[in-house]
């Protein structure tokens, strides 16, 4: 088993660092709590660190968990099965975006060259971002809310649509330029 957080100055150049993260029951709670999961009940992070150049480190991983979450309309438990690739460049010479000049870049795996790596805080993120951000129970549609208050008649989507009366002021005009009393 490798330990968890890998300095980068330390690990050999010339091989591939090899690693296998299956946390145990009270670290699958504590990741559970922190990303707001009703549960957690496998977790398995492996992969290689492969040297590139003179500095920079290259990821390639696999993330396996089964998370439960809890359904966004009717809150019951949603079990969810997750097997993703996570993939991330570290680079030394990497450009800082400016506020002025800030595009997304077209590779958004690559980071900054950390000292350490923690492979648990990676874990976690790869995590986070893999779980769906609306889980719904099989079979569960959002309904449509209309509000109003009392007497006045609710809004729906389609009054909401910027184009939506012209069908009915055409119908109008169409109609008063037919109406021979006019």
Known sequence: MTPHVLPLAR???ASDTEFSMEPDAETRKR?????????????????RLTAVGKYDWHLQGQLGATA????????EPV?????????????????EPTVED???PEDDTAEPLPQTLDLHDLMTEALALALPDYPRAEGVALGQAVFAAPGVKPMTDEDA?????????????????NDPEK
């Open 11 to 13: 690990l050999s150049r």
């Open 31 to 47: 990741i559970a709590e922190a990303l707001s999961l009703r549960g957690l009940k496998k977790l398995r992070f492996t992969g």
């Open 68 to 75: 439960v979450q809890e359904c966004v309309v009717t809150l």
């Open 79 to 95: 079990t969810t099965r997750i097997d993703v690739a996570v993939e991330r460049s570290y680079l030394e010479n990497m450009p």
């Open 102 to 104: 800030f595009e997304i």
């Open 161 to 177: 649509k910027p184009l939506a009366g012209l069908a009915a002021l055409r119908d109008k005009l169409a109609k008063d330029e």
